[in-house]
């Protein structure tokens, strides 16, 4: 069974700086997708990022980026200069079965931003 | 599109009564997941629809629960004579299978309480 195991239950950041989450995952499978999601305080849970297993080059968006290292199934997210709006608990989930599979989920890191 | 909407957004209840939640997704979205996430972890599969089909259930949901979608439309999840142990926060999710890739929106949440 696959499992996505986050060492890192609360993490802190300053404002403006870079913060590094991480997240390992263990399958058998070699086409999934992996993803960070976000959940802010007493709202719904939204997508930050994904990375497709087959592609080598790591996914970024704006200000989030990955660090894919598929040999050691390893998955960090990357936040460049954090803001406030940052603060929240970001969870790492893998997509079994291709595309169409439901989520799993590892326990979470809550991030904090300090101004 | 208003998103993937729950309601109630906090129901408490007394041990041994049923629940009932209900889940829109966002329209057009022909797949539909339920989670459960409990205090300090991430969110937990339950369950999921394509189109009225319900198509994999997990281990987690014991015959206390029950869910359905007529016509591939909305989603109820109902729980029988509710136990302390199933006070957690039930999450749905949809989206839409096009291409080799689907983005689960998530909904608020429904936040249970059994007393």
């Known amino acids: 069974a696959q499992t996505v195991t986050q060492s890192q239950p609360e993490m802190s950041v300053q404002e403006a700086e870079t913060v590094t989450l991480s997240c390992t995952y263990d399958t058998s499978e070699s086409d999934y997708y992996l993803f960070w999601y976000k959940q802010p305080p007493s709202r719904q849970m939204i997508l930050v990022i994904r990375q497709e297993a087959y592609k080598q080059q790591n996914a970024t968006e704006n200000r989030f980026s990955v660090n894919f290292q598929k040999a050691a199934k390893s998955f960090s997210l990357k936040i460049s200069d954090s803001q406030l709006g940052d603060a929240a608990m970001y969870f790492c989930?893998?997509?079994?079965?291709?595309?169409?599979?439901?989520?799993?989920f590892g326990k979470g890191t809550k991030l904090s931003v300090k101004p | 599109d208003t998103g993937v909407s729950q309601n109630p957004r906090h129901k408490i209840t007394k041990r041994g009564q049923n629940v009932t939640f209900r889940c829109d997704p966002i329209s057009e979205h022909n797949r539909l997941y339920w989670y459960r996430q409990t205090l300090g972890q991430g969110p937990e599969f339950l369950t999921y629809f394509q189109n009225e089909a319900q198509l994999e259930k997990s281990r987690l949901l014991s015959d206390r629960f029950s869910a359905e979608r007529p016509k591939g439309s909305f989603s109820t999840l109902e729980i029988q004579r509710t136990e302390q142990g199933d006070s957690a926060m039930y999450l749905c999710?949809?989206?839409?299978?096009?291409?080799?890739?689907?983005?689960?929106?998530f909904g608020p949440g429904t936040r249970l309480t059994v007393l």
């Open positions: 999710a949809s989206s839409l299978t096009r291409g080799i890739y689907n983005e689960q929106f």
């Open positions: 989930a893998f997509q079994e079965g291709g595309s169409q599979g439901n989520l799993i």
